[in-house]
């Protein structure tokens, strides 16, 4: 390894990861972009939505995997490595899939370096952390910890993928216009995709068993969550024939 570990900025790092998703909550604005780009800012400078969604998801999968390059083959496949190969999958996805299928409104720059580096920072502290703090026995991939983690890291994936793809597919290209997302889990609820990515963070934190991936996960929960609350009452707004079965978040009960 050429570093190693040091656990005050992993602690920090962490803390304030956490502390982030405290702030979110109790300021409870929706981040400005998409739906609330106009509502919340003046129009200023932005990027088209694909290009700046690149951009921002970048560093979260170059950055963890320049990391996993810095290692000697024999730690590959290792649990370390493993699990951080679960967060490059993902980021692998959002930055060469994902920012590649939207049809979103521009993208204020002000928030494009806002989530640049909130992604470079989380990509160094997950990376960090797995690779050069976390010691794990190879028997860590059969503990149940782990094997639920993947599972529902795998199952969050699945859906937050699938619903992706729905609301990419609501548009056609050059619309504006906003329309109820209908199949998979938005039968149940209006932020599908938020509850998936949600539940992939959740089997991350619980297949690492570490404080990052906590943190990690509450933030997205507070961020996503807020997200799909403000998704919900905007659809309830929009459109007068909107299901009213439906919940903002959690299927039957929020």
Partial sequence: MLFGCQQNPVLAGSASLAALGVVVLYFGQPAGY??????????????????????????????????????PSSLFGT??????????????????????????????????????????????????????????????????RFSLG?????????????????????RKPGETTYRIPQGGLFTYVSGANFFGEITEWIG????????????????????????AFHHHRFYLRMFKDYPKSRKALIPFVF
């Fill in 79 to 144: 649990p370390g490595t493993v699990l951080l190969g679960f967060f490059c999958a993902h980021y692998f996805h959002r930055t060469f899939i994902y920012s590649f299928l939207i049809r979103g409104r521009p993208f204020p720059i002000i928030f494009l370096l806002r989530g640049f580096i909130f992604c470079f920072g989380n990509g160094l502290l997950q990376g960090y952390y797995l690779i050069y703090c976390a010691e794990y026995p190879y028997e860590w991939f059969t503990d149940v």
């Fill in 204 to 227: 991350y934190a619980l297949a690492t068993w570490s404080f990052p991936g906590l943190a990690f996960a509450f933030f997205s929960f507070c961020f996503l969550g807020l997200r």
């Fill in 34 to 71: 998409g739906k609330y780009s106009e509502s919340l800012l003046p129009v200023g400078a932005r990027l088209p939505a694909r290009a700046a969604w690149f951009l921002q998801e970048l560093p979260s999968f170059v950055v963890p995997v320049g990391i996993l390059a810095q290692q």
């Fill in 150 to 170: 993947v599972f529902l890291f795998i199952i969050g994936m699945g859906i937050n993928i699938h619903s992706d793809y729905i609301l990419c597919q609501l």
